[in-house]
Nanobody, 114 residues
Framework: QVQLVESGGGLVQPGGSLRLSCAAS????????MSWYRQAPGKERELVAT????????HYSDSVQDRFTISRDNAKNTVYLQMNGLKPDDTAVYYC???????WGLGTQVTVSS
């Protein structure tokens, strides 16, 4: 079955960096687009970044453009989210998502605070 397992979250100071990882299993990873979403307390879940399968085309929300980078390693069945210049507003649970079939991981908490 499809499994998505996020890791790499934690507490970081404003301006800091984190790299999230999502290990995928149960499907042919290289054939599917992958996305990262986030959900802050009291807010709706929002799309952060997505990357297509074959051509690696990326899309970012306006709020993270130029700060976050999505990438993938098809040999490792893993998608990453490099987050730089973190702000307190980036505090949320971050979820890995496979759009086809709407599969979700359990999420990893990112807290940006001094």
């Amino acid at each position: 079955q499809v499994q998505l397992v996020e890791s790499g979250g934690g507490l970081v100071q404003p301006g800091g960096s984190l790299r999230l990882s999502c290990a995928a299993s149960g499907f042919t990873f290289s054939s599917y687009a992958m996305s990262w979403y986030r959900q802050a307390p009291g807010k709706e879940r929002e799309l952060v970044a997505t990357m297509t399968a074959s051509r690696g085309i990326t899309h970012y929300s306006d709020s993270v453009q130029d700060r976050f980078t999505i990438s993938r390693d098809n040999a490792k069945n893993t998608v990453y989210l490099q987050m730089n210049g973190l702000k307190p507003d980036d505090t949320a649970v971050y979820y890995c998502h496979r759009p086809v079939g709407h599969y979700w991981g359990l999420g990893t908490q990112v807290t940006v605070s001094s």
